[in-house]
T-cell receptor, first 113, second 111 residues
Framework: NAGVMQNPRHLVRRRGQEARLRCSPM?????VYWYRQLPEEGLKFMVY????????ESGMPKERFSAEFPKEGPSILRIQQVVRGDSAAYFC???????????FGSGTRLTVV | KQEVTQIPAALSVPEGENLVLNCSFT??????LQWFRQDPGKGLTSLLL?????REQTSGRLNASLDKSSGRSTLYIAASQPGDSATYLC??????????FGKGTRLSVIA
């Protein structure tokens, strides 16, 4: 079991470009969560998805950010028209259900230049 | 709204010392509580998961306790080692809602 796989590990984008972050959950896990971590700050929840459904997006900025978890393939966090303030580490976690703990990926470190 | 607080924010101890990290949460109606470790520039590694019906969990030199009614959890690390140096994060879950994290305790174990 390869664990939660995130790619790329590092991503550099110029202001105004799009960033696509990918997350493949652990085998058997149908719940996916995205978190953002800014330097010297805690992890902030962004969005919670199950296959083909967004369950909770209360932590997502209203503009430029979107997420999906299609029937086939990884979950995608998409940031359009990136700005310097989007520079952060983005972590994905998965779990098999509500009673279980989370398993985190190694994160994608986004740098906007 | 659930809030999680971790005290102290940073801690430095000599090697071999036993230590306790504290976590408190404002809403005691939790589903479970999870302790993680994060090394600089790395992802999160799960250490211990305590369900709401449990009082404690142990793994090697780590012991986590949960007092749900008072909204507190502690992580006890026995015989600390330099390799234990990392940031320790506490997170709680309520029902169907995602984990809410504290800001962590940054631990340095000095050889």
């Amino acid at each position: 079991n390869a664990g939660v796989m995130q790619n790329p590990r590092h991503l550099v984008r110029r202001r105004g470009q799009e960033a696509r972050l990918r997350c493949s959950p652990m085998k058997g896990h149908s719940h996916v969560y995205w978190y953002r971590q800014l330097p010297e700050e805690g992890l902030k929840f962004m969005v919670y998805l199950q296959k083909e459904n967004i369950i909770d997006e209360s932590g997502m900025p209203k503009e430029r950010f979107s997420a999906e978890f299609p029937k086939e393939g990884p979950s995608i966090l998409r940031i359009q028209q990136v700005v310097r303030g989007d520079s952060a580490a983005y972590f994905c976690a998965s779990s098999p259900g509500h009673n279980y703990g989370y398993t985190f990926g190694s994160g994608t470190r986004l740098t906007v230049v | 709204k659930q809030e999680v607080t971790q005290i102290p924010a940073a801690l430095s101890v000599p090697e071999g010392e036993n230590l306790v990290l504290n976590c408190s949460f404002t809403d005691s109606a939790i589903y479970n509580l999870q302790w993680f470790r994060q090394d600089p520039g790395k992802g999160l590694t799960s250490l211990l998961l305590i369900q709401s019906s449990q009082r404690e969990q142990t793994s090697g030199r780590l012991n986590a306790s949960l007092d749900k009614s008072s909204g507190r959890s502690t992580l006890y690390i026995a015989a600390s080692q330099p390799g234990d140096s990392a940031t320790y994060l506490c997170a709680v879950r309520q029902g169907n809602t995602p984990l809410v994290f504290g800001k962590g305790t940054r631990l340095s174990v000095i050889a």
